[in-house]
């Protein structure tokens, strides 16, 4: 065929985000095609990520968005091989972007159904494909998760400045006015916050692995063996009771003011703005 003119090149490198050769290329072997050289860039990051496939993804980006009203709210990373690619220009995009098609996504959890989602007749999945053959490694969605209210109650996030770690938490209010209060916003995300730096296992005791309590069990009890078995049990009941309140939400000494627990300033929170609330759960994402 004639020679593609440079203005197609540019066309398709502003279409597609990819490298001016690499859209020559596409253009050569579609005959001048630029749907078919489109098609041809996504297999390309088709085949990208089937050979990276058993690449670990331990680097990314931590993103977060509410709706306008903050009814609903978006917690999810993208991942990808290498901290390089993870603070790219196209990564970040692809980033904001992995929120604003799961604020559009039609349920609440599963990673199959975000990469399923369409924006502007464009799924995800396509936008990671993508990206894969603009840098070379593999890239997936790590964690997902999507909260709405149901009554009255307030959804809170928090991403550190570094993107690498973030929070999503929802609180139930006795009413709409405890949960629009000032002290109600200001104190979910100072929880979000918390649960960031201090990354508890559950909410409570009961949301904790009983695997897990019986293993920490077994470990206290081995360390304290050479005494008498009623010291031991009172031993172990008072490590466990340490372990619960290092590991627990609701029970871990408040990082802003380690005087109270998360559920006390929960209480004096809701108190101040005339009502009761509580926390009916959170999520927790990190990537690196």
Do not use: W
């Not at 596409?26 to 990051?45: H, P």
């Not at 995009?93 to 975000?114: F, P, R, T």
Request: aromatic residues 4%; hydrophobic residues 40%; charged residues 30%.
């Amino acid at each position: 065929m004639a020679e593609i003119p440079a203005s197609m090149v540019v066309k398709l490198r502003k279409m597609s985000g990819q490298g001016m050769m690499d859209c020559k290329k596409a253009l050569v072997e579609a005959n001048g095609d630029t749907e078919e050289a489109m098609a041809i860039l996504r297999k390309k990051g088709l085949a990208t990520l089937a050979k990276r496939a058993e690449r670990e993804t331990t680097q990314g980006l931590v993103v977060s968005k509410a709706s306008a009203d903050g009814k609903v709210a978006v917690l999810a990373s993208l991942c990808c091989e290498t901290d390089f690619v993870a603070n790219s220009d196209d990564f970040k995009a692809a980033a904001e972007k992995l929120a604003e098609y799961g604020m559009a996504c039609s349920a609440d959890e599963g990673i199959e159904n975000l990469l399923e989602t369409a924006l502007n007749g464009k799924k995800f999945r396509d936008v990671v494909t993508e990206l894969v053959s603009k840098t070379g490694e593999k890239t997936e969605v790590g964690d997902y998760a999507r909260f709405r209210l149901n009554g009255s109650g307030l959804i809170s996030t928090y991403v550190h400045f570094n993107m690498k770690v973030g929070t999503m938490l929802q609180t139930e209010a006795g009413d709409d006015k405890t949960a629009g209060s000032e002290q109600m916003k200001r104190t979910g995300s100072d929880l979000a916050m918390h649960i960031t730096a201090t990354k508890p296992m559950a909410l409570d005791k009961d949301g904790i692995d009983p695997k897990v309590i019986e293993q920490e069990k077994s470990i206290y009890a081995e360390q304290a063996k050479s005494k008498p078995a009623n010291i031991v049990e009172k031993i172990v009941e008072g490590k466990m009771k340490k372990f619960y309140e290092e590991n627990c939400l609701l029970e871990q000494k408040f990082v802003k003011d380690d005087s109270k627990t998360v559920s006390q300033v929960l209480a004096d929170a809701a108190k101040s703005a005339g009502g009761t609330a509580k926390i009916k759960r959170f999520v927790r994402f990190d990537v690196g």
